[in-house]
Structures are given as C-alpha cells and as structure tokens.
C-alpha cells in the first residue's frame, strides 16, 4: 500500500489562499489517480478534485471550480491542491487518495488515504 501524508493546512481568512501537498512512500504514484475530498464538521465526506495518472485529466467539484487547482508531480512524488479565494464553508479535514483507476470522482474508487488535514477559514 501507498502511505500518503498532508500537509499545508491552516487557519486562513476568508478570500485567502493555502496550497496543500499530499506525499506519498512505499511506491510511485505514476500510475494512480489521485484525489482530494473533504469532511465538513457534521456533514458527509465530499469529492473536490481528481487528476489522472499523467496530469492530463482533471476534475473538479462545483463548489471549487475556478478557485482551486489540483496538479501532481511525479517525480517528486507528491500530489497538490492549490484553494484560493477561500470561503467559509471550505472549512473542512481534506483527505488525499489514489485510486487504481485513469481518473475517479467516487470515493469508493479510492484505495489509499492519507489522515487528512485541518484548513479552516474565517469570515
């Protein structure tokens, strides 16, 4: 198995920027889709973004279209979620995942998740 560690979180204000990095050991990402999803405090875990395995494809949620960007690096090892003009209700735990799949948007396509990390926004 992959393990995956986030990281960048933090509280920001509302109309700001974080840029949160998920890196992975124990193997290449190269050919796993990646994700990001998030757990608001009281509702369901959410998709917010995917990237295929050679950053080709990408997929947003919604609610983040235009204002945040996954990208990948795989020499590095190491996925990004780039979250700009944030807004209170993106306060949430974000998960990084891979998944054994070109791209998925349904968290049941995901095999591997890091812990997660805390990005709170303030008004």
């Known amino acids: 198995q992959v393990h995956l560690v986030e990281s960048g979180g933090g509280l920001v204000q509302a109309g700001g920027s974080l840029r949160l990095s998920c890196a992975a050991s124990g193997r290449s990402l190269s050919t796993s889709c990646m994700g990001w999803f998030r757990q608001a405090p009281g509702k369901e875990r959410e998709f917010v973004a995917a990237i295929s395995w050679n950053g080709g494809v990408t997929y947003y949620a919604d609610s983040v279209k235009g204002r945040f960007t996954i990208s990948r690096d795989n020499a590095k090892n190491t996925v990004y979620l780039q979250m700009n003009n944030l807004k209170e209700d993106d306060t949430a735990v974000y998960y990084c995942?891979?998944?054994?799949?070109?791209?998925?948007?349904?968290?049941?396509?995901?095999?591997?998740w890091g812990q997660g990390t805390q990005v709170t926004v303030s008004s």
């Open positions: 995942a891979a998944a054994a799949k070109f791209i998925a948007t349904r968290e049941y396509n995901y095999d591997d």
